[in-house]
């Protein structure tokens, strides 16, 4: 059973950073993709930063420039690194892990930037 723990979320004001982790229970190294998603408050979820098995990363057009994913195959987790946050960053991330067949998610963290 694949599991996936997320933390670093919280209250943050404009223009401040925050550090997004979510540690996986199965070996990252080949999984065909990892990502996070964002869910702001009455929106759909949507795809903030992906890296495929190949270590190429993909970013929303909206936070190019100011989010950093990377991912550590020895301890099996990825980060997002938000900078320059803006309150419409606000929402809860989720981290997905898609394998072949299946996709897993986490249970979300949430993120609070204040103006």
């Known amino acids: 059973q694949v599991q996936l723990v997320e933390s670093g979320g919280g209250l943050v004001q404009a223009g401040g950073s925050l550090r997004l982790s979510c540690a996986a229970s199965v070996s990252i190294a080949s999984i065909n993709r990892m990502a996070w998603y964002c869910q702001a408050p009455g929106k759909q979820r949507e795809l903030v930063a992906s890296?495929?098995?190949?270590?190429?990363?993909d970013y929303a057009d909206s936070v190019k420039g100011r989010f950093t994913l990377c991912r550590d195959t020895a301890k099996n987790t990825v980060y997002l690194q938000m900078n320059s946050l803006k309150s419409e960053d606000t929402g809860v991330y989720y981290c997905?892990?898609?394998?072949?067949?299946?996709?897993?998610w986490g249970q979300g963290t949430q993120v609070t930037v204040s103006t």
């Open positions: 890296i495929d098995s190949g270590g190429n990363i």
């Open positions: 997905q892990l898609r394998t072949l067949w299946e996709d897993y």
